[in-house]
């Protein structure tokens, strides 16, 4: 499977799922402090749990929970680990 086949944006990945950060579409402020959160291209990010509305949606990242709403999740593009790749 190619990588492109395996790129989705952050609000896509299921419960459970483990990926790496790809790429960030976001711009200004918002940049900023998901950068600050250590939210970096080739961190490797965890889909925890999911508020009981579906949102926000929290991520284990570097060791800590981080909830984002879904609206921001879907600017950050991931790429799923293989069944070899495990998120740390």
Same mark, same amino acid.
């Given at each position: 499977?190619?990588?492109?086949?395996?790129?989705?944006?952050?609000?896509?990945?299921?419960?459970?799922? =483990?990926?790496? +950060? &790809?790429?960030?579409? !976001?711009?200004?402020?918002? @940049? *900023?402090?998901?950068? =600050?959160?250590? +939210? &970096?291209?080739?961190? !490797?990010?965890?889909?925890? @749990? *999911?508020?009981?509305?579906?949102?926000?949606?929290?991520?284990?990242?570097?060791?800590?929970?981080?909830?984002?709403?879904?609206?921001?999740?879907?600017?950050?593009?991931?790429?799923?680990?293989?069944?070899?790749?495990?998120?740390?």
């Amino acid at each position: 499977m190619r990588d492109a086949e395996r790129i989705n944006s952050l609000s896509d990945l299921s419960l459970g799922s =483990d990926c790496q +950060i &790809v790429s960030l579409e !976001l711009s200004g402020l918002l @940049r *900023r402090r998901i950068l =600050d959160l250590g +939210i &970096v291209p080739g961190t !490797l990010i965890r889909c925890i @749990r *999911r508020g009981p509305s579906g949102d926000p949606t929290a991520y284990m990242v570097r060791g800590t929970l981080i909830a984002l709403r879904s609206e921001d999740a879907a600017q950050i593009f991931v790429r799923k680990l293989s069944n070899g790749e495990e998120c740390v």
